[in-house]
């Protein structure tokens, strides 16, 4: 079973600066799966990024970046070079091996200001 | 579209009613979600599919929720007897095949609001 918490309700930067969103989790699973994703105000769920946990080398995906502490159970999204359409609600998530479904926290809100 | 659908948008039922969610996954996929959205909250898992078999419901809260995909493709929701607490946003993901780490593809959701 996995548990994942993010203890940021809401978040604010400025456009152009870079912001950390917390995520932790918790797991029985020897291997497992993290996740972001992006739920903007229309609703519709994106992923932004994804890390294996046996994976030492942190992913990336063009502005956005982890920062996976397996042994704290920490996976933190760096947003760099801010933008408007980066103003959504993110949430952390967690997949067991061989399981399907996945485990959301419970978001935090972004704001973008201009 | 090439995306997930769902429908109908929205949905509102009085107490007591019977309502039926719809989802059309992306085409080819073969694992299919559905997840339970509260106000403020992330989504929570109900169950899922892969092709028609219904593989993990242990998220239904309760015996008036029912889910079904019977030709491995469109799925429906359906909850019996509508409760105010059954009010809530409802997505629908699919995936390409059952292997873990794969993206899930969300809908847009169906929102009920309970009366």
């Known amino acids: 079973a996995q548990t994942v918490t993010q203890s940021q309700p809401e978040m604010s930067v400025q456009e152009a600066e870079t912001v950390t969103l917390s995520c932790t989790y918790d797991?029985?699973?020897?291997?497992?799966?993290l996740f972001w994703y992006k739920q903007p105000p229309s609703r519709q769920m994106i992923l932004v990024i994804r890390?294996?946990?046996?994976?030492?080398q942190n992913a990336t995906e063009n502005r956005f970046s982890v920062n996976f502490q397996k042994a704290a159970k920490s996976f933190s999204l760096k947003i760099s070079d801010s933008q408007l359409g980066d103003a959504a609600m993110y949430f952390c998530a967690c997949q067991g091996r061989g399981a399907q479904k996945l485990v959301f926290g419970q978001g935090t809100r972004l704001t973008i200001n201009p | 579209g090439a995306g997930v659908s769902q429908s109908p948008r929205y949905k509102v039922a009085k107490r007591g009613q019977d309502v039926a969610l719809r989802c059309d996954p992306i085409s080819g996929h073969v694992s299919l979600f559905w997840y339970q959205q509260a106000l403020g909250q992330g989504p929570e898992f109900l169950t899922y599919f892969q092709n028609e078999a219904q593989l993990d419901k242990s998220g239904l809260p309760s015996d008036r929720f029912f889910a079904e995909r019977p030709e491995g493709s469109v799925s429906t929701l359906k909850i019996q007897r509508t409760q105010q607490e059954d009010s809530a946003v409802y997505l629908c993901?699919?995936?390409?095949?059952?292997?873990?780490?794969?993206?899930?593809?969300f809908g847009p959701g169906t929102r009920l609001t309970v009366l």
């Open positions: 890390q294996e946990a046996y994976k030492q």
């Open positions: 993901a699919s995936s390409v095949d059952k292997s873990s780490y794969n993206e899930q593809f």
């Open positions: 797991t029985s699973e020897s291997d497992y799966y």
